[in-house]
């Protein structure tokens, strides 16, 4: 019995085409930075991926997605989570109520060098389209090999309630700073 996978990669048009992905821009912490800003992004993708491997030796590090340098709380309400943390499983889901003007991308907890990072990896859809709000989805994990409860994986989404089209895009930490070795890349997906 043939795999369907194998037959639906001999139908034409059914791959995702090489050079799908464009590097736009990277960046990488010397040690000590709150955020990074990537600027003057092209309107000409479809979508845009943001690459993210994060350390800190914070005791805590929340780090957020903010657009186009908007603070406003009430643009980025929405928000919705998958989160499963050694042997639990949570799940939240904002609606409203939200009270910083950033999209919540993942937490690393209890990591005290550069040894164990955190890596993300955020969508964002249709970010050029000035008639619609933006949606993000993350994918977001982080494991410290045992060394602290917070070793975890969540799937995140998120909405900038704003039609504008993004311009920048900026990754920042609350709680502490990015270490040395975190690095920090944008796609432009076609």
């Known amino acids: 019995m043939p795999i369907p996978g194998i037959v ?11 050079g799908a992905f464009y590097s736009i821009a990277t960046a990488a912490a010397a040690g000590g930075e709150t955020s990074f800003t990537f600027s003057s992004i092209p309107s000409t993708y479809k ?10 030796s914070a005791v805590f590090l929340s780090f957020g997605l903010q657009f186009n340098g908007d603070t406003t709380t009430a643009n980025y309400f929405t928000y919705h989570a998958l989160e499963g943390n050694n042997s639990t499983v949570t799940a939240a889901g904002v609606a409203s109520d939200r009270s910083f003007g950033y999209i919540r991308v993942g937490a690393l907890s209890g990591i005290a060098s550069t040894t164990y990072p955190g890596a993300a ?10 008639s619609k709000y933006k949606t993000m989805r993350s994918f977001f994990g982080a494991d410290n090999n045992g060394a602290n409860v917070y070793s975890n994986v969540e799937l995140g989404s998120g909405l900038w309630r704003v039609s504008s089209a993004v311009s920048s895009l900026t990754i920042f930490a609350t709680g502490g700073t990015f270490s040395a070795g975190s690095s920090f890349a944008l796609y432009g997906i076609n």
Do not use: C, E, F, H
Not at 8 to 18: D, F
Not at 121 to 130: E, M, P, T
């Open 8 to 18: 639906a990669s001999g139908i034409s048009g059914s791959k995702i085409a090489t």
């Open 121 to 130: 990896i955020i969508d964002l859809i249709d970010y050029s389209s000035g």
């Open 47 to 56: 979508s845009l991926q943001i690459r993210i491997n994060a350390v800190s």
